[in-house]
């Protein structure tokens, strides 16, 4: 797509946003955003449990919150946004039902980076960058036919689990790293909150439910309502690919 996209071919543009924005949402229009000294400050230093702790409180407040908009129901997966003042794209609340999916098995899929790669089709490439002790420091990029720009993203990401409760928390914070530095035309989305709650089913003990908190600005040209409406659309993919994934493959490998 071209910096003169107009909305009246928003249609066949939608199905292309759709294939992009999966789970964490990375977006895919050009006219790469120029990352600022401060944006690639952010993430240079090593990130205190502290820093991660208190994304968690945030991503736990907004499941709590009352103050959601429904967007859609598909069979296993319920979709939830909200509006900001400061900004056009909408936080978005998921919970999807991982059928079949046993809670140490979902939290294996969703946290091993390597895993992730075999059954997540939104990025071309998922890598670890570092491994810093108490999180790791992950790239995500996704290649997107010309002329639009491709997309990448870099994110420290922390998991913590409650074994007493089958609880895990993964959170994302958005960062930097000097193996990933900007690239030429590509447009470097910026993850403003992001966070996955992985528990056991209670009314399944062979199922698990999971919870995404996330907002993502994809910066260059793309339209807010593109956007929106394409994460709404698409927000039930990454559950089947899991699912899939799993009942498919992953369960014969484990034999």
């Not at 120029?34 to 208190?54: D, H, I, L, P």
């Not at 491994?131 to 922390?158: E, I, K, M």
């Not at 996955?196 to 908190?213: F, G, K, L």
Request: with cysteine; glycine share 4%; aromatic share 10%.
């Amino acid at each position: 797509f071209s910096s003169g996209w107009r909305e009246t071919n928003a249609m066949d543009g939608l199905a292309h946003v759709r294939y992009i924005t999966r789970h964490f949402r990375v977006g895919l229009f050009n006219k790469a955003h120029k990352t600022t000294n401060t944006e690639m400050a952010q993430g240079t230093e090593k990130v205190s449990v502290e820093t991660f702790e208190g994304v968690l409180k945030k991503v736990l407040e907004e499941e709590k919150d009352t103050d959601w908009r429904h967007a859609k129901k598909f069979e296993h997966t319920d979709v939830w946004r909200r509006s900001e003042d400061n900004s056009s794209v909408h936080v978005f609340k998921c919970i999807s039902n991982l059928v079949g999916v046993p809670y140490n098995d979902a939290v294996k899929l969703v946290s091993d980076y390597d895993i992730r790669s075999r059954y997540d089709k939104t990025f071309s490439e998922i890598k670890v960058l570092e491994d810093c002790g108490h999180y790791n420091t992950v790239y995500w990029f996704c290649h997107f036919p010309a002329p639009a720009s491709g997309r990448d993203l870099v994110q420290h990401c922390w998991v913590k689990s409650d074994e007493a409760t089958k609880t895990t928390y993964i959170i994302a914070v958005n960062g930097d790293h000097a193996n990933a530095p900007a690239k030429p035309k590509v447009v470097r989305a910026e993850s403003k909150l992001s966070g996955i709650i992985i528990r056991q089913n209670e009314q399944d003990a062979n199922s698990s439910m999971v919870t995404t908190i996330s907002q993502t600005d994809m910066k260059g040209m793309i339209p807010a309502f593109i956007v929106n409406g394409a994460f709404v659309k698409s927000s039930d993919t990454w559950r089947e690919s899991l699912v899939n994934f799993y009942h498919n493959i992953y369960t014969k490998e484990k034999q």
